[in-house]
């Protein structure tokens, strides 16, 4: 008879969920995500659903995907993608979560004009993953010791915080953060 699919994509889910589903409302989700189970099931296929992160940069990685958290509480297995937190050069794919087995190391790669080369694996966790360029929670924390330092003394003008930031090598976005 037909074949089965070994692999389905949904890319990205807001588009397949469509206009009269409200992407934030577990209970307008979960039953459409059930059905793409189901349809899963009956032909023996993995599913792969992409959607795209909210600007909610104080978030947890849990909770960085646009929608429902019930989306991620579907899945077996969540996967972050995005720039290396260390490499300007370099991305990377990380487990956000895995019910089925232990989390798996971060896959590094990058792309070039030859196209996408993996350069290995490392020890990177999604929170990693979306700390802005260069900035490590220890760089953040540096960066808050700073300001309360600078600010200990009294209010002063945001620009006169960026600019003595700047000279201590913090970036603009580190100080708002």
Known sequence: KGLSPALGVIDPLQFFLGAKVDMHRSNEVSPLLSEVGNLADLHGCAVLIIRHLNKSSQAKAAYRGMGSISISGTARSVLLAGKHPNDPDSFAVVHSKCSLSKKGRA????????????????????????????????????????????????????????????TQGFSNAAVRK
């Open 107 to 166: 896959i590094t790669y990058r792309i070039t004009d030859s196209g996408l080369a993996i350069t290995g694996t490392e020890d990177i966790t999604a929170e990693e993953l979306l700390q802005p360029f260069g900035l490590s929670a220890t760089a953040q924390d540096t960066a808050v010791e700073f300001l309360s330092d600078f600010l200990s003394g009294g209010p002063k003008a945001a620009e006169e915080a960026f600019s003595a930031a700047r």
